[in-house]
């Protein structure tokens, strides 16, 4: 029976790559990868991926030697502004590794538990989300059952099913307000029901369109546009409105125009400037220190839901699963990651597989 070093083997001839050369790429030594191909040590899930990714391979297939029915298609994943509606395909090459690892950390994580229901309109994703839910908008979102993975690599917003459990995967960049609109943008694919979120040839534009509703009417709501005299508003009551919905300027007189609301010359012309600059200019911090800095901070932390990383290290105790791939999560060396773990296997098990694959 072929063996996961013999279905290695088999995808570096396709790939016309080294032994030697794939080592490098992977960030393997020549030695570990010949003793892994030959049987006398176990690969790990983080090794796996990247040389699926080096040999543009199945990583379901490599460690299973079936081709994995779930299997991401990426060959045109397109990339949408929701400001301007320009859609790309730029980074989607880049991207599918890293959502393979997000996906290898699922399967490793055991039983995946099964989401609830999810609010199917705005206002119900209001009222469970809470008040003031923009500051903690990944934390409220993980309340509804909702995961989100924030990593720096992703150059875009994901939506995606891992068993029956939902999962959101953001790109980690300072800027907080177009994470926003990025986190209600998917949370609207999920809510309303859309599947083939990563598509080819663009999208469904009718989805994106959707869903983009879906954002503009939990960011901001019409209800609460229209109650606004958009003619006499001040500078500062414009920037604390654009901080409370957290959303950027571009964002907030997009919504505008499809309402029909019409702005005085100068709320205009502060609509203009960029987000940051409105806010430094003219949004009256509540409270001493420096929110704004704070908040474009906090957009740059990576995150992986709690149960997730939970889930890990009780893997990782019971010697199902190695902390490679908590330690990519955690974005630490593997070697200074300390944790129960027993002594790890030569070998990959049927356990480890099971887990593994999920």
Known sequence: MATIGDRVRAAMSSAAIQQKQLAASVGMTPDALSRALNGQRGFAAVELADIARVLDADIHELITGEPDPLRFTLSARHSFDHATGARSVDGAARDEPVLENIRLAYAQAGE?????????????????LGDGFVPDFVQCLEGLDVDVVVVGELSTAYTFLEG???????????????????????????ALGHRGVIVENGGDGRDEAAANAFAAELLLPEREMVAIDWRSISLPELADLVWEAGVSTRALRSRMDTLRLEPSERVGAALELKT????????RATRAG???????????????????????????????????????????????????????????????LEALLG
């Open 276 to 283: 940051q600059t409105l806010l430094r200019k003219h949004w």
């Open 164 to 190: 029956e459990r939902s999962v959101i995967a953001i790109q980690a960049t300072g800027n907080w307000f177009h994470q926003n609109w990025s986190l209600a943008h998917e949370l609207g694919h999920l």
């Open 290 to 352: 420096d929110p704004i800095t704070e908040r474009t901070t906090a957009a740059t932390a990576r995150a992986f839901p709690v149960w997730l990383r939970a889930a890990h290290l009780d893997e990782i105790a019971a010697g199902r699963i190695g902390k490679g791939t908590l330690a990519w999560m955690l974005e630490v060396d593997p070697e200074l990651l300390q944790v129960d773990e027993p002594a790890p296997p030569d070998q990959i098990s049927g356990a480890d």
């Open 112 to 128: 995946i538990p099964p989401n609830r229901e999810l609010p199917a309109t705005p206002a119900a994703a209001r009222e469970l």
